[in-house]
């Protein structure tokens, strides 16, 4: 029986140890699988009109990285939006209304074809 709980418990830990441990229920793992380096992020609840300050953290999220984003915010606004900055010259990028208390990851992903740029949660 000792072997048994020793087992268990030696994959439970290995399961809680590989998970991300998010400070919040808002955090998330945003992913880059754009083709392009990522020099900032910002996350603010949907109904504001200012963005707040980067919440990154990593100097530059380059493709196909991923970062754990950690910010401070009000956990029964479930709705915020996300813009990212690219290192290079182009527009910053906004996506709007992001369920963030259902959404552990955000992956950017860009068309060449259509030119758009996506975020893929999960």
């Not at 996350?43 to 919440?55: C, E, I, L, N, Q």
């Not at 953290?57 to 956990?75: M, Q, S, W, Y």
């Amino acid at each position: 029986m000792k072997i048994v709980y020793g087992v268990a418990a030696a994959i439970w830990l290995g399961v809680v140890a590989s998970a991300p441990a998010f400070a919040n229920g808002l955090d998330f793992s945003l992913k880059n699988a754009t083709g392009y380096d990522i020099k900032a992020v910002f996350v603010d609840p949907s109904a504001s009109d200012t963005w707040t300050d980067d919440v990154m953290g990593a100097d530059i999220l380059a493709d196909g990285d991923k970062v754990d984003i950690r910010f401070t915010g009000d956990e029964g606004t479930c709705k915020w939006d996300l813009k990212v900055e690219w290192t290079e010259d182009y527009k910053p990028t906004v996506w709007h209304g992001l369920n963030l208390c259902n959404i552990s990851t955000v992956t950017l992903k860009y068309n060449r074809d259509t030119d758009v740029t996506t975020a893929v949660t999960e």
